[in-house]
């Protein structure tokens, strides 16, 4: 049974040349993700803003890196106070092999956290704002969280991990974190113009382009091969396990929703499928290394069917999330984290593991979704959060960075005026 932590630092592991291009590589997928994420969330946002959106995924990644080494390195993986909050390797010099490999692996994570929230809040949401709430995310938000159940890479342990808290790869860590970042952006910034009737029915804005939420979701499955057999490491034989979790999740997935729209007789849409098998793929994230195949694909199956529902849940409550990414992410990752608790090899259906992951999945709420609400409702009296009404008509790609996705076609915008 596999009893690597992503911060496990074994003996001269990760000093080995062939873990160091392993966890390389990994972080590779891992980055390549950004692409996956910034094709699904362009795709399946208006034309109209396809440039804003992708520019936010690109922004993630920039500027939330830079923060995430100024700061959010040293608060999660720097000596640990108390199994809180880290104390040191803050601009951390990274100076041999295994400290520099490790650095940039994680800091792909860190990006892709703070990358979830922008397909949720996708086509209402200022730049300026969203790339100041992103540089919170991965300097504080996920960090501080992520040094309670990951920390210390150097000294002492965060004090989720000390209680046997399990999420080997993040469902919890970086995916429910996302996930409760975005649902508080939504809530600040309220639905999109025209998104429900003053009766409070959904009514349905399709995005332009549902082929690029295809490859997008691809492109993400294939990163997730990185961002979970990556977590070892260690280029050893523990990958092929953790790889063929992931896979037979992510396809249960994409089943999973297919059923749930079957069952509820809701149209057989793409859209939903492939956020299914994302779901699934959350939905193994964190016990991906301690499962056996039959449970992962269990796993991936229930995340497909919640991934629906939770979207449906979500449109009741007249909130107004772009790509699905609160059900995805969030509850996905809920279940996720209590998959991993139930069905632990050797140690199946334990209460009091369950116990313990029911603790770390109520922390990651409890601190993530306040501080995230505050943030963004921080931000919305100082800076302006929510695009004026002319500009969400007219679309974020021209009125926020004068440039539009495709000229040919939306002449028009270049010639009515910035008003």
């Avoid at 092999?97 to 086509?123: C, N």
């Avoid at 997935?253 to 959350?282: E, H, K």
Wanted: proline letters at 3%; charged letters at 10%.
């Amino acid at each position: 049974m596999l009893t690597l932590t992503p911060t496990a630092r074994a003996q001269g592991t990760l000093e080995a040349p062939a873990d160091i291009a392993w966890v390389i590589t990994a972080a590779a997928l891992v980055f390549f993700m950004q692409a996956g994420f910034a094709l699904l969330e362009g795709g399946a946002s208006r034309a109209k803003n396809s440039v804003n959106v992708i520019m936010k995924n690109y922004a993630d990644l920039c500027f939330g890196v830079i923060a995430y080494w100024m700061l959010g390195f040293g608060l999660m993986f720097g000596a640990s106070v108390a199994g809180w909050v880290g104390a040191s390797q803050f601009f951390p010099e990274l100076a041999t092999g295994a400290d520099a490999s490790f650095f940039v692996f994680q800091a792909m994570f860190a990006a892709t956290a703070a990358t979830i929230v922008s397909g949720a809040v996708a086509e209402r949401m200022r730049y300026s704002g969203y790339v100041l709430a992103s540089i919170v995310i991965t300097g504080l938000i996920y960090p501080v969280f992520g040094a309670w159940a990951w920390g210390s890479f150097y000294q002492g342990e965060g004090w989720l991990r000390q209680l046997g808290f399990v999420d080997f790869a993040g469902s919890t860590v970086v995916h429910s974190v996302g996930g409760w970042c975005a649902l508080a952006g939504i809530m600040v910034l309220g639905p999109r113009l025209g998104r429900f009737s003053t009766a409070g029915v959904a009514r349905p804005i399709a995005g332009h382009n549902l082929p690029m939420v295809a490859l997008g979701g691809f492109i993400l499955w294939l990163g997730w091969f990185g961002f979970n057999g990556g977590s070892t490491l260690a280029a050893n034989g523990d990958v092929g396990i953790i790889t063929v979790n992931t896979h037979l999740s992510g396809c249960a997935g994409f089943v999973g929703a297919q059923l749930a729209q079957r069952l509820l007789r809701q149209p057989m849409l793409m859209s939903i499928s492939v956020n299914g098998s994302i779901a699934g793929l959350v939905s193994i994230t964190a016990g991906c290394a301690t499962m056996s195949p039959g449970f992962a694909l269990f796993s991936g199956l229930l995340g497909g069917v919640l991934s629906v529902l939770g979207v449906n849940l979500l449109e009741r409550l007249r909130l107004d999330d772009v790509v699905g990414a609160v059900s995805v992410h969030g509850i996905c990752g809920v279940w996720g984290t209590l998959a991993a608790g139930l069905f632990y090899r050797g140690d199946l259906f334990d209460p009091a593991r369950l116990g313990v992951q029911a603790v770390g999945i109520l922390a990651a709420f409890l601190w993530a979704f306040p501080a995230a609400w505050l943030t963004y409702w921080l931000l919305s009296r100082i800076v302006g959060l929510r695009a004026p009404t002319l500009h969400e008509q007219r679309g974020l790609d021209f009125t926020e960075h004068d440039e539009i996705g495709y000229p040919e076609f939306q002449k028009e915008l270049t010639h009515g005026g910035r008003k």
